[in-house]
């Protein structure tokens, strides 16, 4: 099946940094990609969609100066957490997706941030 | 506003027993609907997904069993085995619209005990 994978898969970070998290679709072009973010025992909620070469689209609520998402090429996304704050700590994991339309969406396997 | 519910956050089981997850949905646009399990610090994965036109889809130990007109969705799991002890969430999204987000319920950790 389809891979995805994120890097890292744990970052600690001191608050006022900004964090980089990778998502790459490894054998397959993903047309989109999704940014997610769940805390303890709470849902997946989604953050942003972004389609390679376009601006995200930010869910109501996400700061998009905050969490900034480039998805430069079909296997890339990589959403920046600037300035984290302690708040910011949560488990974000992306899902990448072909096609137009509901296609099935993967899922990469998470990057825990903890901001000190 | 959730439109996406699982109203219980834990179930235990016996294994070689059914699992009942349940699943609650008010969107009466949802057209698709999804099972994925997840352990902690991994990504979720696929399980099983119905759409809208059928009532129950089966694959090996999992069924899931929609109803439409209570708006209310189930996964079955027989027999449970320790190893599908996971966080089970459910999702719908409306496919034939050009939305694709998962809308995600908040989850159901089941334990199945030896």
């Known amino acids: 099946g389809a891979v995805v994978s994120q890097h890292p898969s744990w970052v600690i970070c001191k608050s006022g940094t900004s964090v980089k998290i990778e998502c790459r679709s490894l054998?397959?072009?993903?047309?989109?990609m999704f940014w997610y973010r769940q805390f303890p025992k709470q849902s997946l909620m989604l953050m942003a969609t972004s389609n390679e070469g376009s601006k995200a689209t930010y869910e109501q609520g996400v700061e998009k100066d905050k969490f900034l998402i480039n998805h430069a090429s079909l296997t890339l996304s990589t959403l920046t957490v600037t300035s984290a704050h302690p708040e910011d700590s949560s488990f974000y994991i992306c899902?990448?997706?072909?096609?137009?339309?509901?296609?099935?969406?993967?899922f990469g396997p998470g990057t825990r941030l903890t901001v000190l | 506003d959730q439109q996406v519910k699982q109203n219980s956050p834990s179930l235990s089981v016996q294994e070689g027993r059914i699992s009942i997850l349940n699943c609650d949905y008010t969107n009466s646009m949802f057209d698709y609907f999804l099972w994925y399990k997840k352990y902690p610090a991994e990504g979720p994965t696929f399980l099983i997904s119905i759409s809208s036109i059928k009532d129950k889809n089966e694959d090996g130990r999992f069924t899931v069993f929609l109803n439409k007109s209570a708006k209310h969705l189930s996964l079955h799991i027989v027999p449970s085995q320790p190893g599908d002890s996971a966080v089970y969430f459910c999702a719908a999204v409306v496919r034939s619209g050009s939305a694709r987000q998962l809308t995600f319920g908040s989850g159901t950790q089941l334990t199945v005990l030896p």
């Open positions: 054998d397959f072009q993903a047309t989109t």
């Open positions: 899902s990448a997706t072909v096609g137009v339309g509901y296609n099935e969406q993967f």
